[in-house]
């Protein structure tokens, strides 16, 4: 055949000869999700070496950073001893996460922290190797371990039961039949040592120069470190319209259960409890609105979630050192 004739496939290419594409997506919210993709990078929070490995989507880079950015932060630590999902959305519905709102309205965005399921920790040896040391030691551990992690998270310890035993004896003596009714000895539960005075800032730092166990100080330096980096910063306000949107939820479901002994009374109230836990929507453990369309308010929202990410990274530590005490 003379040369030419025949059929010929068309190659097409762009004016600068790259390939015309071959395919083109069209994803709902995907504009909505460019501009807070923007804002990510802006804000610093956002990897632009992301964006070749998230195939031209927003949303994608945008998750692939929100990814990056906890592995940077302590993520791996943090998973050891606690199991948070961070969700980020324009809902606080859990049931109905999703994708930016198609409407483009980036305005009111959250970064909520919501356990998957409860920590567990036994104290009770950590306490009676403090006590040792010193016989406050203890109650100051406790006071700075538990209030530092519950800035940020809800934990679950032996204030929590004896809550719910004051709210079960308060129902038992509207019931005719209460006698039948046998109530959780919690305060068998609770260690003398716990009972007694913290000690102050002052009188922990003269107890701490003279501590010869390695254990206990390196624990209290732990836990005064905790205390420091949780109270550094201020938590987020939420707003009466945020709040406005939590009427119906439950309250927040525990990241961490702390016992003194295993399957002790308080480990029996948190069981009996946590049947009830999901009969509503809880409310999440922690949020941090935010406007997303302002690269601003996005950087303090990751500066309050830095700081969590610091205090739990912290917490697993304490709860790797306790873990090892027989």
């Not at 920790?121 to 700075?144: D, I, K, Q, W, Y």
């Not at 470190?225 to 009427?247: C, F, G, K």
């Amino acid at each position: 055949m003379p040369k030419g004739a025949g059929w010929t496939i068309p190659r097409l290419s762009l004016p600068d000869g790259r390939p015309v594409p071959t395919e083109f997506r069209l994803v709902e919210g995907e504009r909505t999700a460019a501009k807070l993709a923007l804002n990510f990078l802006e804000a610093g929070i956002g990897y632009a070496d992301e964006w070749a490995a998230s195939g031209g989507s927003a949303t994608t880079f945008i998750q692939r950073s929100l990814n990056r950015w906890l592995d940077d932060h302590g993520r791996a630590k943090i998973q050891e001893h606690f199991f948070l999902d961070v969700v980020l959305s324009t809902s606080l519905d859990r049931y109905c996460y999703g994708q930016p709102a198609a409407s483009g309205d980036i305005s009111r965005m959250f970064l909520a922290i919501e356990p998957e399921s409860a920590g567990y920790v036994v104290l009770g040896p950590t306490l009676r190797l403090l006590e040792a040391a010193h016989p406050r030691l203890p109650s100051t551990f406790l006071n700075l371990f538990l209030g530092g992690l519950n800035r940020w998270i809800r934990v679950y310890d032996y204030r929590d039961a004896l809550d719910r035993m004051d709210r079960l004896r308060e129902w038992s003596e509207d019931d005719p039949e209460s006698d039948r009714i046998e109530l959780p000895n919690i305060e068998a539960s609770i260690p003398e040592c716990v009972r007694r005075k913290p000690l102050s800032a002052r009188g922990l730092a003269r107890v701490m120069n003279t501590l010869k166990d390695d254990r206990a100080q390196q624990l209290m330096e732990q836990a005064v470190e905790l205390a420091r980096m949780s109270n550094s910063a201020d938590l987020p306000v939420i707003e009466d319209e945020t709040r406005d949107l939590l009427t119906d939820c439950g309250e927040p479901v525990p990241a961490l259960v702390v016992v003194f002994e295993q399957q002790d009374a308080i480990e029996g109230s948190f069981d009996e409890e946590s049947l009830g836990m999901l009969e509503v929507t809880p409310e999440a453990n922690l949020i941090l609105p935010f406007d997303g369309a302002q690269s601003r308010t996005l950087s303090a929202a990751f500066a309050q979630m830095r700081q969590l990410c610091q205090t739990l990274a912290l917490g697993a530590g304490i709860l790797k050192s306790s873990s090892a005490i027989d």
